[in-house]
């Protein structure tokens, strides 16, 4: 199960994190990831990281202000220089194999979301 917390509302050029909390089986955890959703838009891939290893992965959009880490069975998405096209539901997910990071369909686990608005 998956718990993702630590949305709202910030200006733009600000920072803020989000949470994922993961409970249940974590020892199987290979590879958990962030996704958002913008109204009327496909959901999208932000950042992914390896519970072993701690590999991580950013989407191209997001690459030098957002930062993946992750300890114990939390992982922690810190957003930096947020901007208003980062305004979004973030959802956390996660798989038990080595799978495409940034490919929805590569996470059969899904966190409940978090919204995070950035306003002008």
């Known amino acids: 199960q998956l718990q993702a917390s630590g949305g709202g509302l910030v200006q733009t050029g600000g920072s803020l994190r989000v949470s994922c909390a993961a409970s249940g089986r974590t020892f199987s955890l290979f590879r958990t990831g962030w996704f958002r959703q913008a109204p009327g838009k496909d959901r999208e891939f932000v950042s992914a990281i390896t519970w072993t290893h701690g590999i991580t992965y950013y989407a191209d959009s997001v690459k030098g202000r957002f930062t993946i880490s992750r300890d114990n069975a939390n992982v922690y998405l810190r957003m930096n220089d947020l901007k208003a096209e980062d305004t979004a539901v973030y959802y956390c997910?996660?798989?038990?194999?080595?799978?495409?990071?940034?490919?929805?369909?590569?996470?059969?686990?899904w966190g409940q979301g978090t919204q995070v608005t950035v306003s002008s």
């Open positions: 997910a996660a798989n038990t194999w080595n799978n495409r990071p940034e490919s929805p369909d590569s996470y059969p686990y």
